[in-house]
C-alpha cells in the first residue's frame, strides 16, 4: 500500500509541477521510469540472493493498480487504444501476480521474476518517447539510447522470453 501511496504522490507532485506545459502522459512516463528502475534493481537483488519475489510482486501489482487509474482518470487526455491496452495488460499482470503469490509455486515464481526483469529496457523506452514528444532539442541522445534499448530488449524479451517460454513448456 506505501508503494501505491508513494506513486500517486509522486504523479500528483510531477503533475502540478509541469503542469501549464505538459499533460498527464508527460508526468505518467516520468514515474514510469522511477518505477522501472526500481522495479529491476529490486529484481535482480531478489534473483542474486535467490529471495521470495511476493515483496517484488507486490510492487508491481501496486504499480498497475496505480497506473490503470491515473489512465482511467486520465483518459480523456490518452489514446483509447492506449487506454485499452494498457488496462488489459495490467489486469493480466495483476491476476497473474496475486495468483503466483496465492499458490507460491517456486519455480514458477523464479520465472516470473525473470519476466518482471524485462522492465530494465522500459527506462530507455519512456526517456526516448519524452524526448521524442517533448524534449525535441535532445535528440542527439537518441543515438546513444536506442542501440542500448534495442539490446537490452532483445536480450530480455526476446531471448529470455523465448528462454522462459521453452523452459515452462518442457516442465509440463
Do not use: W
Not at 515483496?55 to 504499480?63: A, D, G, K, P, R
Amino acid at each position: 500500500m506505501f508503494y501505491f501511496l508513494f506513486l500517486s504522490s509522486l504523479f500528483t507532485i510531477f503533475r502540478n509541477i509541469t503542469t501549464k506545459k505538459y499533460d498527464a502522459e508527460y508526468t505518467q512516463r516520468l514515474v514510469a521510469i522511477l518505477h522501472s528502475t526500481y522495479v529491476s534493481m529490486y529484481c535482480i537483488y531478489v534473483m542474486y540472493y535467490e529471495l521470495s519475489p511476493t515483496e517484488l510482486f507486490s510492487y508491481v501489482i501496486q504499480h498497475d493498480v496505480y497506473d490503470s487509474i491515473i489512465n482511467l482518470y486520465y483518459s480523456y487526455e490518452f489514446q483509447f487504444s492506449k487506454v485499452f491496452t494498457s488496462m488489459l495488460h495490467h489486469i493480466v499482470v495483476v491476476v497473474t501476480l496475486i495468483t503466483c503469490c496465492r499458490y507460491n509455486i517456486s519455480i514458477v515464481n523464479y520465472y516470473l521474476t525473470q519476466i518482471v526483469l524485462c522492465e530494465m529496457s522500459s527506462p530507455l523506452l519512456d526517456t526516448g518517447k519524452i524526448i521524442m514528444k517533448y524534449h525535441r532539442k535532445y535528440m542527439f541522445y537518441l543515438k546513444f539510447m536506442t542501440p542500448i534499448f534495442v539490446l537490452l530488449f532483445f536480450i530480455l524479451r526476446v531471448v529470455n522470453m523465448t528462454y522462459i517460454t521453452s523452459r515452462l513448456l518442457y516442465f509440463h
